[in-house]
């Protein structure tokens, strides 16, 4: 059993950064694949990011690669996203997940989801 709490949600203008975290409150993220997923009001949950257990691979949605980064500390328990250059499009509810089994960027492949943090990019 894991616990995500995800953190570092805001405000923020276009072309400006943020830098979300995940931190575990249960069992250690070691050895758990993990990823970040985003919603947005009245749309579906799309897959932003992923990254292996050990942190050597990792997974970007083609719209976020090149500005956003996710890593790992599995000593501070704590997945990381860092986003740069945001635009409004990328407003959401952002969450962390352990990965499960199956395909990398398919919600119903992760479990243990956080609660969220709300990003919103003003224009």
């Known amino acids: 059993q894991v616990q995500l709490v995800e953190s570092g949600g805001g405000l923020v203008q276009a072309g400006g950064s943020l830098r979300l975290s995940c931190a575990a409150s249960g069992r250690t993220l070691s050895r758990f694949p993990m990823g970040w997923f985003r919603q947005a009001p009245g749309k579906e949950r799309e897959f932003v990011a992923a990254i292996s257990w050990s942190g050597s691979s990792t997974y970007y949605a083609n719209s976020v690669k090149g500005r956003f980064t996710i890593s790992r500390d599995n000593a501070k328990n704590t997945v990381y996203l860092q986003m740069n250059s945001l635009k409004p499009e990328d407003t959401a509810v952002y969450y962390c997940?352990?990965?499960?089994?199956?395909?990398?960027?398919?919600?119903?492949?992760?479990?243990?989801w956080g609660q969220g943090t709300q990003v919103t990019v003003s224009s």
């Open positions: 997940a352990v990965h499960i089994a199956g395909s990398w960027s398919t919600p119903a492949d992760y479990g243990s």
